[in-house]
């Protein structure tokens, strides 16, 4: 049985969208005809593999952009790729997965039947907001269980360091999905043809300072989960060293004991305390005056 096409057709004026929900070979054969789409460049929007990059081609520009996505059930961050492709009158859009503010602005779109498309570029310039939104909110989901972790950091809790190191995998995930965006929004506003420059620039602009805040925000929240690691580490460490000191004290203490009870158990003749009276007493006393004075040594040296 022959698949049929999913991809989504909108045309408003001299601008269309063809958005692609799914990154199926027969969806994307959709594209290849509006944007003249080499073989080439088919099997690379095709790839299943997560990865950012920007190409400009003859007529058109195309955009693979890797963004992050959080799993609330295993509490983890994995990449999700979108695929956007621009001419000036033309978009199209990519799912390699589930991008549902994508979706959402194209059937807002299809539902405002009054409403004009707009320039593609601008289209992109909204899509990329809402991506950067949604980071935001990976974002802060991480912050409030960095803020849980802080207030639990010097409790007895097994699990915390699992908890800790998971946080710092996630923030790492997203700050390589973030590492190269500002650089590549200006990339790609000069790539962009120049109609309409002054509402590029000034959406592009706006998107270059949120990528920017984001970055700084990032960083704060991993500078904070790494101190923390060393908090709780310096923690853990301070309560093996209180183990190993009372260790060794039990150890030196009780030394003095053991020799002299592996003294008077040996087969010596008539050794000096023997025979006297309470001389059971005597060797207890002995072994407790030994323990006291090495107990008092090692207080006086701590």
């Known amino acids: 049985?022959?698949?049929?096409?999913?991809?989504?057709r909108l045309k408003r004026g001299t601008t269309e969208w063809i958005n692609v929900e799914q990154a199926r070979t027969v969806d994307v054969q959709s594209l290849v005809h509006p944007f003249?789409?080499?073989?080439?460049?088919?099997?690379?929007?095709?790839?299943?593999?997560?990865?950012?990059?920007?190409f400009l081609r003859q007529g058109y520009l195309m955009v693979f952009l890797v963004h992050p996505v959080y799993n609330a059930?295993?509490?983890?961050?994995?990449?999700?790729?979108?695929?956007?492709?621009?001419?000036?009158?033309?978009?199209?859009?990519?799912?390699?997965?589930s991008f549902d503010h994508v979706s959402n602005l194209f059937q807002e779109f299809r539902t405002k039947k009054t409403s004009p498309l707009g320039d593609p570029a601008l289209i992109f310039a909204d899509i990329l907001s809402l991506l950067i939104g949604d980071v935001y909110n990976i974002l802060e989901v991480l912050a409030k269980k960095i803020d849980e972790i802080e207030d639990r950091v010097f409790r007895?809790?097994?699990?915390?360091?699992?908890?800790?190191l998971n946080i710092q995998t996630n923030l790492i995930d997203l700050q390589k999905s973030l590492e190269s965006?500002?650089?590549?929004?200006?990339?790609?506003?000069?790539?962009?043809?120049?109609?309409?420059?002054?509402l590029r620039i000034t959406a592009f602009?706006?998107?270059?300072?949120?990528?920017?805040?984001?970055?700084?925000?990032?960083?704060?929240?991993?500078q904070t989960i790494v101190t923390l690691h060393r908090a709780h580490e310096t923690y853990l460490n301070s309560r093996t060293n209180r183990l190993i000191y009372i260790l060794t004290s039990v150890t030196i203490i009780a030394m003095p004991a053991t020799l002299l009870a592996g003294i008077f158990?040996?087969?010596?003749?008539?050794?000096?305390?023997l025979g006297a009276e309470?001389?059971?007493?005597?060797?207890?006393?002995?072994?407790?005056?030994?323990?006291?004075?090495?107990?008092?040594?090692?207080?006086?040296?701590?």
């Open 1 to 8: 049985m022959t698949r049929r096409s999913t991809a989504q």
């Open 36 to 54: 003249h789409l080499t073989d080439e460049d088919v099997r690379l929007v095709l790839d299943t593999s997560p990865r950012s990059r920007l």
């Open 73 to 97: 059930v295993h509490d983890d961050v994995f990449m999700r790729e979108l695929d956007v492709l621009l001419t000036p009158h033309l978009i199209g859009t990519v799912h390699h997965g």
């Open 156 to 164: 007895d809790r097994r699990d915390l360091l699992q908890e800790i």
């Open 181 to 198: 965006r500002t650089t590549f929004i200006d990339r790609l506003l000069a790539a962009l043809p120049k109609r309409g420059s002054p």
């Open 205 to 222: 602009a706006e998107l270059h300072r949120q990528t920017a805040e984001l970055q700084d925000s990032l960083t704060t929240e991993y």
């Open 265 to 273: 158990g040996m087969n010596t003749k008539h050794p000096w305390i």
């Open 278 to 302: 309470m001389d059971f007493s005597i060797i207890i006393g002995i072994m407790v005056l030994s323990g006291m004075f090495l107990w008092l040594s090692l207080r006086r040296k701590k």
